[in-house]
């Protein structure tokens, strides 16, 4: 039985879509959500999220956020997240040396979360590439 995965950014709906399941990295380990879930609550990590629609798996990229499960419905909040079509990988490159040349000078917070977002994107759009090319479904 399907349900919602709804996930949201402060400047879009990135995806509103009719679900079978769920994988998602929270901050205490993976996760996998089928509909009927019991609520719950986490926090996750800059990862991919995968989701499985009509036999069909998508990747997202998620950049952190919260994850709020019904039974229903989930529903992510999250500073940014794209699905692996829309990323832009030229853009992604550049931010991941952008931030490996501030990484070499400077240390800091920051700086290590925009190379996981960089990182994070670039591995969406390879799994995106393995899956397209016939490759397995390997997170
Ligand atoms: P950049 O340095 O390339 O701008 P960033 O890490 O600063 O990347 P974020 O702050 O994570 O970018 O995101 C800002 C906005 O840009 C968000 O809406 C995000 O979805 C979008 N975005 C960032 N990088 C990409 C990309 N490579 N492809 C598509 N959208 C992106």
Known sequence: MAFTLEIVSPDRVVLSETVDFVAARGVQGELGVLTGHEPFFTKLAPELLTFTQDGKNEVVAVMGGFMDVQPTKVTILTEAAERASEIDKL?????????????A??????????????????RAVALLESVRGGGGFHR
């Open 91 to 103: 853009r992604a490159e550049k931010a991941k040396e952008r931030a490996e040349i501030q990484a």
């Open 105 to 122: 000078k400077v240390q800091g917070a920051q700086v290590e979360v925009a190379l996981a977002r960089a990182l994070v994107r670039l």
